[in-house]
């Protein structure tokens, strides 16, 4: 079975910019959440969606928005793009009831 | 104060060395706790599950102690293969929040 997949794997943008990135879940799995990692820092949460509907929200400004579609896809979009913005952005999903995340390889922007 | 606070390392131990990660969450009310590692410029990965009971998986344990908010993973007889960063996540109400992670290098 496909593990989680995203896209691109890498992609450079300019500040001011906007970028969406993409993740398709293991199939089955209806949770899909968003997490950046910068270098040095485990990953910090950004959004969590179940069932096409936002779950949760961690401190990130609304530049920062994200959407699942009925196929439990999802896209993470961020607006006018900062410096520090650059990371590198884990897709996961799971079930909820465990608690276990499966992560995929991840999508690094790099900022400029 | 962090929600997830882990021992900031590095950790560079010999093969064959046991090593202790400690780590404290915040939040009381934070109902499942886990143990993942991270490969350099690799996606994390669910190492094990934390119980409170502890747990055991070969070379590795896990403790839990709700009272103290407190999570601990040792590692026996470490690999050059355990090289990695080791995340501690803490799942309140299935928002899975990471400290940030602990590297360990093992050498020969």
């Known amino acids: 079975d496909a593990g989680v997949t995203q896209s691109p794997t890498h992609l450079i943008k300019t500040r001011g910019q906007q970028v969406t990135l993409r993740c398709s879940p293991i199939?089955?799995?209806?949770?899909v959440s968003w997490y950046q990692q910068v270098l040095g820092q485990g990953p910090q949460f950004i959004f969590q969606?179940?069932?096409?509907?936002?779950?949760g929200r961690g401190n990130f400004p609304d530049r920062f928005s994200a959407r699942q579609f009925p196929n439990y896809s999802s896209e993470l979009n961020v607006n006018a793009l900062l410096l520090g913005d650059s990371a590198l952005y884990l897709c996961?999903?799971?079930?909820?009831?465990?608690?276990?995340?499966?992560f995929g390889e991840g999508s690094r922007l790099t900022v400029l | 104060r962090k929600e997830v606070e882990q021992d900031p390392g590095p950790f560079n131990v010999p093969e064959g060395a046991t090593v202790a990660f400690n780590c404290t969450y915040s939040?009381?009310?934070?109902?499942?706790f886990f143990w993942y590692r991270q490969d350099c410029r690799k996606e994390p990965k669910l190492l094990m599950s934390?119980?409170?009971s502890g747990n055991e998986d070969g070379r590795f344990t896990a403790q839990l102690n709700r009272a103290s908010q407190y999570i601990s993973l040792l590692i026996r007889d470490s690999k050059l293969s355990d090289s990695a960063t080791y995340l501690c996540?803490?799942?309140?109400?299935?928002?899975?929040?990471f400290g940030a992670g602990t590297r360990l290098t093992v050498k020969p």
């Open positions: 996961a999903s799971g079930q909820p009831n465990t608690g276990e995340l499966f």
């Open positions: 969606y179940y069932e096409k509907e936002e779950r």
């Open positions: 934390v119980y409170s």
């Open positions: 996540v803490v799942n309140l109400l299935d928002d899975m929040r």
């Open positions: 939040n009381s009310a934070s109902q499942s």
């Open positions: 199939s089955g799995h209806k949770s």
